[in-house]
Nanobody
């Protein structure tokens, strides 16, 4: 079992930066891959933004490549999503998800609003 709590969302102007955090509890965190998803306003689907494996390998969606950076600190059971050069289209609720042994656990989400 992994419990996740996201934080760091807020309102930022286009071109600005935010750092989202995902705090995890549970003994399997270090062995879990962690994903960040986002759900845009009025949309039903959550889209994958970035993934970091238990070994630290990262994969990014094309829409955020070069602007977002994902990192993890297993000692602190934390994952960070650094978001730079934010665009209006990045406005969404951001969720982190832990995957381990075929099980997925979600956080409650943190909203990000990018204003012009």
């Amino acid at each position: 079992q992994v419990q996740l709590v996201e934080s760091g969302g807020g309102v930022v102007q286009a071109g600005g930066s935010l750092r989202l955090s995902c705090a995890a509890s549970g003994s399997t965190f270090s062995m879990s891959s962690i994903d960040w998803y986002r759900q845009a306003p009025g949309k039903q689907q959550r889209n994958l933004v970035a993934t970091i494996s238990s070994s630290g390998r990262t994969i990014y969606a094309d829409s955020v490549k070069g602007r977002f950076a994902l990192s993890r600190d297993n000692a602190k059971s934390m994952v960070y999503l650094q978001m730079n050069s934010l665009e209006l289209e990045d406005t969404a609720v951001y969720y982190c998800r832990a995957v381990y042994a075929g099980n997925a656990f979600w956080g409650q989400g943190t909203p990000v609003t990018v204003s012009s």
